[in-house]
């Protein structure tokens, strides 16, 4: 599952500090590893990201490990991914993978993401993967077919799915993180990404459209808007 806080907090600088200019791209991610996470999960969330976003037309420009010291941009925010499990940041239910504490002054841009969390997730499919295998095989064997139920446990592939898997959980909960600030959206949605939550059985889900973590057209169409009016003109 997936939620999200808005606050107004945050950490940030002075009014006075010099307002750097934010490098080139439409919208600027500064991603802060505090999990020192390995090459190729930094690499598939990046990837998930930019898939996501690309249904917008939104490119991100990605600077690891740096962070600038003023208000961020409109354009700019942090996604934080932190090695807890959220206990300490925020008091609510203890299934809270990211939270975006934010406000509209660009003080407090901040994605946090519980990598704690996204293992437990993992954990859980891990579990209902190696039961849905066992319960393949023993079909197999008794020359029996599988019970309709084993698919909801999860697919036949799991297996392949599980290396990636907490990767790609980080960023969806970044992905949706970021569409609060970005858009200022303080709500949910009924479908996608934006939805509350998300059971175990959708976080198998691959990218593809339709998906249960893609944007929907109202968002697709304020991104667009929002990219726009950050860059000064349309492609």
Not at 92 to 104: F, K, L, M, T, V
Not at 179 to 205: Q, T
């Amino acid at each position: 599952m997936i939620a999200s806080l808005a606050m107004a907090t945050g950490a940030g600088a002075s009014e006075g500090q010099q307002q750097d200019p934010a490098p080139a791209g439409d919208v600027v991610v500064y991603l802060l590893d505090h999990q020192y996470l390995p090459t190729d999960e930094l690499t598939t969330i990046q990837a998930e990201i930019n898939r996501i976003f690309s249904d917008a037309g939104v490119r991100i420009t990605w600077v690891s490990n740096a962070s600038p010291r003023r208000r961020l941009s409109p354009n700019e925010l942090r996604i934080i991914v932190l090695p807890s499990d959220g206990t300490r940041w925020f008091q609510g239910p203890s299934n809270i993978i990211g939270i975006a504490p934010h406000d509209d002054t660009g003080i407090g841009r901040n994605c946090f993401v519980f990598y704690r969390q996204a293992i437990w997730f993992r954990q859980q499919a891990v579990w209902r993967c190696r039961q849905a295998i066992e319960a393949r095989i023993k079909a197999s064997m008794r020359g029996v077919e599988v019970d309709p139920y084993i698919d909801s446990l999860a697919p036949a592939d799991c297996g392949d799915r599980l290396p990636s898997l907490t990767a790609l959980i980080v960023a969806r909960a970044a992905a949706h993180e970021m569409v609060h600030i970005l858009l200022s959206k303080l709500d949910h949605a009924d479908e996608g990404l934006m939805r509350r939550a998300f059971d175990i059985n959708e976080l198998w889900a691959g990218g593809s459209e339709g998906g249960p973590f893609r944007l929907t057209d109202p968002e697709i169409t304020a991104l667009r808007s929002f990219s726009t009016s950050t860059t000064g003109g349309s492609r």
